[in-house]
Structure formats: structure tokens, C-alpha cells
């Protein structure tokens, strides 16, 4: 059984298409290594956003790398996109978000997954547990930075298989 960490974050619909997704697949396979599959579950009809290419990259490099870190032997990731409706309920439960239509772009990975302890520090600057040398502790960080930057929000949700 494993545990897999994924990353949906909102960006409120705007001006560009988020298709930068689709352009990073080939720099992504490029940092992860073959045993790894890679799998883009893209929307054809994403909504359009506002948003940084460059900064969506450094995103998904972010995630990806860590979900390759997750996975020595090997396994999947799945980069998905959809347009999703965050309706008043969700807001209710949901610190700082604002109910109304979303752009996702979740990873997935069914590496070896966040016991809980360390699910409450991730998006902590600094905070990491690989060995010295291995990770800064910055990557989900900047992700967090990234996503509070666009006014929207970032969490991992864990999904037990
Ligand atoms: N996909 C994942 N699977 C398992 N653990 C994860 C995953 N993503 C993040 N983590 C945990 O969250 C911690 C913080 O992640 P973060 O990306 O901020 O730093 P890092 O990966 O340790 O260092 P760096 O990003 O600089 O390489 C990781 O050290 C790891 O414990
Ligand atoms: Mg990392």
C-alpha cells in the first residue's frame, strides 16, 4: 500500500492558457529518470489563467523532483489539470478560499507518501528530511510563495490507494 502525495493549486481564471504545462513535459523527463513514468492527464479545454510560464515550470519541477526523491525504486507521476468549481461548501471548509471557478494542476505520485508530523511542516522554509547535501527544504516553499503570490492557495491532499 502506499500513499501519494498530490498538489492541487488554484489559479483564478484569466487571460493565459496554461498550456506551459504540456511545453515543461519534455524538460521534466529530462530530471526524472527512466523508471519513473511520467503521465500528463491534461484538459483540452483548460479555462484560461493568469500566470507566469517560468513560474509554472519552476512548480512543476518543484513537485516533480520531489516525487522522483519519493521513489528510488522507480513508479509514476501523474500531472493533471482539469477546470473545477470550488462551490460554498468546500470555501466553508477551506481557510482563504473564495467559492467560484478554478484551474487545477495537481501531481501525483505513489512513491512513499508524508507520514503525518511531516505533512504539518512541508511548506515550511528550510524544512526537509533528506540528508544534508540532498534537499534545502526550499522547493515546496517556493511553490507555496508561488501560489499565495496568484492570490490562491496550495495544499497537499493524501490519498491512500
Ligand atoms: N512527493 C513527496 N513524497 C514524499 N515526501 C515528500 C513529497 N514532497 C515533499 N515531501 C516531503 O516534504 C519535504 C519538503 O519538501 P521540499 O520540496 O520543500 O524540500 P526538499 O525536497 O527536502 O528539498 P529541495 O526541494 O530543496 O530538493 C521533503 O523533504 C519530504 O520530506
Ligand atoms: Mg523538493
Redesign the pocket.
Known sequence: MARA?SNPFSLRRRIVSLSSARETHKLLRRVIPGNIDLVPVLEPNLQHVKVDPAQIQQILI?LV???R??MPQGGKVVIETANVELDEEYAGRHIEVQPGHYVMLAVS?N????DEP?QAR?FEPF????QEGK???????TVYGIVRQSGRKSSYQFVTF
Open positions: 502525495a518543484n523532483v520531489n516525487a526523491d519519493a505520485d512513491g512513499s507518501g508524508i511531516t512541508i524544512f526537509t528530511t533528506k534537499g534545502t527544504g526550499l522547493g515546496l516553499s
